[in-house]
Each structure stands twice: as C-alpha cells, then as structure tokens.
Antibody, heavy 123, light 108 residues
C-alpha cells in the first residue's frame, strides 16, 4: 500500500519561506515511471498543480509560481520536499503531495494522495 | 494554460438517480489525458477515472467516463449515499496540468 504524508509548519509569516516534506512509504521515489507531485487547494476551488519531479530527479514547475518554487528529493529517507519563497496571503491553502502515474514530461494523473496539510500565511 | 469548465456547478439529486457531469476544455485535449476525482470535505481528492474511460483501482463500476465531441463526461449510474461529494476533472495533456472548478453533487 502506497502512503504519502505531508509535514511542515502550519503557519508561515508573510514574505518568509514555506517548506513542506512528503514522506513516502510502500514505494521508492527513485524507481519506476512515477512523478512526485505537490498540489494546493483553497476552499471552493479545484486543486492547483505546483511542481513535481520524476524518479531521476528531473523537475517540472507551474510557470504561474515562477522561480518562487523549488522541489527536491531525498532518496535516503524516501522523501521529497517543496520550498515556496516570499509567501503572501494568496499562498494560504491546503497543500497535498501525490504520486503521478501514466504520464509524460511531468504531466500525469495522481493515484495516491497525502491527507493534506493546511498552511496559513499570517503575521 | 488549458482552462477546464465544469457543468453544472451544482447537481441536486436523490439516491438511486443517475448523474451526468460535464467537463469542457478551452483547447483541444486528447481523451487519453483526462482524469476525474471525487472529493469529500476534509479529504484529499480520490481518483476515479483516468484516460477518460478507465476506472482507477477499487472504483465501483457505477462510475464511468466518456466523451461526446469535445465534452468529457462522468456518469454515476445509480447514486449511492457515499457518492454525494464534489467532482473535479483534470487534464494532463499539456503543462501545466489543470483542474476544473468542480461539480457538487448534493442530496435533493
């Protein structure tokens, strides 16, 4: 059974950096043709894709977030992480990590999701 | 980016009814790259359909995906009490992958 679990601070101050980690069990993040995704969602809206990386560490980002986003993997702990810099109120959301499958060039549908982590941007 | 529009925004139905949800893309999208998800309050999205037609693992066969022209559809043949939720379509034909705004299936 594949499981994903988000972790990180639930409160971030404006203009500081948001950092989240996703711990994966039941699958190895550096094998197989999968993408390891970050999404976020605000109330009443559909999920928004943020970024992902594949098993070999190639990364793909949503252009709307530009250079504020970075994503990395730690194969020794079977984790991948998201960093979002210079956050504002608009970055307040529930953040999900998910495994993407059957995709190409970073685009895929996601078959396993974490439970989500609420991150609030506030002073 | 490709914008997905879902209709209706809300569907009020009774258990046992048939539900048909629609999803239209702002640009041409191959049916190979359309997925549908179900989401309940406080939960992560649950995958239902991928490749427009294929059911994800463990999804009951009352859920089916289709396409009519340029409109992608999700049909629930007979609503069960646990099916009342919000449903999202997703395209992964082009980057960035995007989701629609959702259709809420509520109890009449």
């Amino acid at each position: 059974q594949v499981r994903l679990q988000e972790s990180g601070p639930g409160l971030v101050k404006p203009w500081e950096t948001l950092s989240l980690t996703c711990t994966v069990s039941g699958a190895s993040i550096n094998s197989g043709s999968y993408y390891w995704n970050w999404f976020r969602q605000t109330p009443g809206k559909g999920p928004e894709w943020i970024a992902n990386l594949d098993y070999s560490g190639n990364t793909f980002r949503n252009p709307s977030l530009g250079s504020r986003v970075s994503i990395s993997m730690d194969t020794s702990d079977n984790q991948f992480s998201l960093t979002l810099t210079s956050v504002t109120d608009a970055d307040t959301a529930v953040y999900y990590c998910a495994r993407g499958t059957s995709g190409w060039y970073g685009k895929s549908w996601s078959d396993y999701w974490g439970q989500g982590a609420l991150v609030t941007v506030s002073s | 980016e490709i914008v997905l529009t879902q209709s209706p925004g809300t569907l009020s139905l009774s258990p046992g009814d048939r539900a048909t949800l629609s999803c239209t893309a702002s640009e041409s999208v191959s049916s190979r790259y359309i997925a549908w998800y179900q989401q309940k309050p406080g939960q992560a999205p649950r995958p239902l359909i991928y490749g427009a037609f294929s059911r994800a693992s463990g999804v009951p066969d009352r859920f089916s995906g289709g396409v009519s022209g340029t409109v992608f559809t999700l049909t629930i043949s007979r609503l069960e009490p646990e099916d009342f939720a919000v449903y999202y379509c997703q395209q992964y034909h082009d980057s960035p992958q995007t989701f629609g705004p959702g259709t809420k299936v509520g109890i009449k």
